[in-house]
């Protein structure tokens, strides 16, 4: 079945250190996105991707970084620069031309 | 002030009830997504919405688009619809696809 992978569903880091989460797509999307999700807000971009080798910076870029190498992978690496680390991160994609959006499952990290 | 606001931010409800989520926003769309979040994090997209009204099963989706409002209903509820149901709004300028989010309504349906 298609659909997007995000690994580890749950990562513990001690501060400080630089942790990278998985986001892995089947569904020959061309644009990937990464959201963090805090209790009791909206989701908010963090990066995206419309094409291999070119992402654009969303809403609350700072402290974290990404790469396309691939069509199918967009990896989101949590920096030691990231002041408050610890959030629900999720991963979508979706086809360039359509609306619809599918979503990963998530990956809770928790900063110690 | 929000570009996308939900009401209520919580609902219980008894199974078997009429529920109603809303969705009021203040941009320019072309597209509205109702999505729904489990417990474990995971999202499902149930409805993309440019007018008119989509149903699935139980779910029913409206939007307003002159009154810039959007509503879930979900009819005959059962415990299993118990999630977090997020409106988000694509901007009709594009801006490479990228979602406006909800905050979200907490829906829990008692048995």
């Known amino acids: 079945d298609g659909g997007i992978t995000q690994s580890p569903k749950y990562l513990f880091r001690k501060e400080g250190q630089n942790v990278t989460l998985s986001c892995e797509q089947n569904l020959n999307h061309d644009a990937m996105y990464w959201y963090r999700q805090d209790p009791g807000q909206g989701l908010r971009l963090i990066y995206y991707?419309?094409?291999?080798?070119?992402?654009q910076k969303g809403d609350i870029a700072e402290g974290y970084s990404v790469s396309r190498e691939k069509k199918e992978s967009f990896p989101l690496t949590v920096t030691s620069a990231q002041k408050n680390p610890t959030a629900f991160y999720l991963c979508?994609?979706?086809?360039?031309?359509?609306?619809?959006?599918?979503f990963g499952s998530g990956t809770r990290l928790t900063v110690v | 002030k929000n570009e996308v606001e939900q009401s209520p931010q919580n609902l219980t409800a008894q199974e078997g009830e009429f529920i109603t989520i809303n969705c009021s926003y203040s941009?320019?769309?072309?597209?509205l997504h109702w999505l729904q979040q489990h417990p474990g994090g995971g999202i499902v997209s149930l409805f993309m919405?440019?007018?008119g009204k989509k149903k699935h099963g139980r779910l029913i989706a409206t939007i307003n688009i002159q009154e810039k409002h959007s509503s879930l209903h979900i009819t005959a509820s059962h415990p299993r619809d118990s999630a977090v149901y997020i409106c988000a709004v694509r901007l009709a300028d594009g801006s490479q696809g990228n979602l406006i989010f909800g905050k979200g309504t907490k829906l829990s349906v008692k048995p």
């Open positions: 991707s419309q094409i291999v080798n070119d992402f």
């Open positions: 979508a994609s979706r086809a360039l031309g359509l609306y619809g959006y599918t």
């Open positions: 919405l440019s007018s």
């Open positions: 941009v320019g769309i072309s597209a």
